[in-house]
């Protein structure tokens, strides 16, 4: 795609899937963006399939309603699956979609980014 055709294609407001945008980066970030939707997907990653217990002591700085709301918007989204097992007590497992897998090589080039940013600013105030 050309750079004109680039600059002419956020000047128009679409919409996808209900989300309204004026470029595909604009999208791309209501989509997966934010402080926990990255890092859900990160977690899952690896194809196994985690209860939202184990999520919550991946991320132990998210609230019980932050993870759930973001969770649902990934599902409404498709990037995930979420599979209710009819058992007592009920079961409830994420795993990625074709769609969520297809984000991860995004998201380790991020964290590769994230680990040249750490090495270049040793001893950062917490």
């Given amino acids: ?3 004109a055709a680039q600059q002419q294609e956020c000047t ?8 309204h945008y004026f470029c595909s980066v604009e ?13 859900i997907l990160w977690h899952l990653r ?8 184990e999520l919550k002591r991946h991320m132990p ?3 019980q309603k ?12 498709g990037m995930l699956l979420r599979e209710v097992y009819a058992q007592i007590p009920p079961k409830v497992e994420y795993s ?10 995004i998201l380790d080039q991020l964290s590769k980014w994230g680990m040249l940013f750490e090495a270049e600013h040793p001893g950062g105030a917490a």
């Fill in 1 to 3: 795609m050309t750079k």
């Fill in 12 to 19: 128009q407001q679409r919409c996808c899937a209900g989300k």
């Fill in 27 to 39: 999208l791309a970030l209501q989509v997966i963006g934010g402080k926990w939707k990255p890092i």
């Fill in 46 to 53: 690896t194809g196994d399939k985690l209860r939202f217990g």
């Fill in 61 to 63: 700085n998210v609230t």
């Fill in 66 to 77: 932050m993870l759930t709301q973001q969770l649902r918007e990934l599902e409404s989204d």
């Fill in 96 to 105: 990625l979609t074709g769609l969520g897998s297809s984000v991860m090589p």
